[in-house]
């Protein structure tokens, strides 16, 4: 977020304590941002389309050019295997 931030584009910079922006509490990382209102676009207003689309490619163009040690891996496995399995396997819907 802070690289976006830093490369002009309108996004909203965490906030930093103690010279950190993320924090641990019980195994659950978190981060701080101010409130801040926003507005929404109309999906049918092809020139905001537009705009939304040209913000996205210049996110994918800063992401590009840096390397993320953390980034997250999107997958089958991460997003329907793993927890299909632990719905299937928790004591808390009925039948199990």
Do not use: C, K
Request: hydrophobic share 45%; aromatic share 14%; charged share 15%.
């Amino acid at each position: 977020m802070l690289l976006l931030y830093e490369a002009g584009l309108l996004v909203i910079a965490l906030l930093f304590f103690a010279r950190q922006t993320v924090f641990e509490y019980r195994g659950f990382l978190y981060a701080v941002f101010p409130s801040v209102g926003g507005r929404q676009y109309e999906t049918d207003n092809l020139l905001q389309l537009e705009e939304v689309g040209r913000f996205i490619g210049r996110i994918h163009q800063i992401g590009y050019q840096h390397h993320f040690s953390t980034r997250p891996t999107i997958g089958v496995d991460e997003y329907l295997i793993t927890p299909r399995n632990i719905l299937a396997n928790t004591p808390l819907l009925p039948g199990n």
